[in-house]
């Protein structure tokens, strides 16, 4: 039972570089969401995916887009990585319909040199 | 904006004594709150979940309360244990928001 798994685990990026952290959950979930978690900061929402073809901004969208490529799969996108982007990235998901309980990965550790 | 905030950054508390980890939120419409723990280097994990329309849920060793008047929720473990040691955050939600709004979690170290 994979739950919510991410991909990749660790990546060094330049600034300026892009890449997309990959997302995928096998538990037949509507809605998926992305975080990042900066020492201090707690948890701050990024995107999220209420349901198959709808995403919306968090807290913090700048820099980052998202795709919901279908159910299973929310990968979010950094087109031109920048220092500020070192981080911490959780994926998580949850039923929609009934407010409940977020599954989360394992998480993707990002550095921006 | 909204936010969900921790009283403390850091708990310590002997082993076998109680624990209790405070959360103050903002938004009057959230409904929904849960309790994570989050080891070193994972996910964070679910500890235990309260609607706006309990007061008090309990689970194995946990305790949540929740006070509507005040905005303020807390998480008490009983006879905590080594195996407590995590950071441990608090979440908001309001029902048709899809939102999830944590705080910036509260260390606890058990001492030996």
């Known amino acids: 039972n994979a739950g919510v798994t991410q991909t990749p685990k660790f990546q060094v990026l330049k600034t300026g570089q892009s890449m997309t952290l990959q997302c995928a959950q096998d538990m037949n979930h509507n809605s998926m969401y992305w975080y990042r978690q900066d020492p201090g900061m707690g948890l701050r929402l990024i995107y999220y995916?209420?349901?198959?073809?709808?995403?919306d901004k968090g807290e913090v969208p700048n820099g980052y887009n998202v795709s919901r490529l279908n159910k299973r799969e929310f990968s979010l996108r950094l087109e031109s990585a920048a220092p500020s982007q070192t981080s911490v990235y959780f994926c998580?998901?949850?039923?929609?319909?009934?407010?409940?309980?977020?599954?989360f990965g394992e998480g993707s550790r990002l550095t921006v040199l | 904006g909204e936010s969900v905030g921790l009283h403390l950054p850091t708990l310590s508390v002997q082993e076998g004594d109680n624990s209790i980890i405070n959360c103050a939120y903002s938004?009057?419409?959230?409904?929904?709150f849960i309790w994570y723990k989050q080891e070193s280097g994972k996910g964070p994990q679910f500890i235990i979940d309260?609607?706006?329309?309990?007061d008090k849920r309990q689970g194995q060793r946990v305790t949540v309360l929740l006070n509507k008047t005040v905005k303020h929720l807390s998480l008490q473990i009983a006879a905590t244990q080594p195996g407590d040691s995590a950071v441990y955050f608090c979440?908001?939600?309001?029902?048709?928001?899809?939102?999830?709004?944590f705080g910036t979690g509260t260390r606890l170290k058990v001492l030996a």
């Open positions: 998580a998901s949850t039923v929609t319909g009934v407010t409940g309980e977020l599954f």
């Open positions: 938004n009057s419409a959230s409904d929904y």
């Open positions: 309260i609607r706006s329309n309990m």
């Open positions: 995916s209420a349901s198959e073809g709808t995403t």
């Open positions: 979440a908001g939600s309001t029902s048709g928001t899809y939102k999830y709004i």
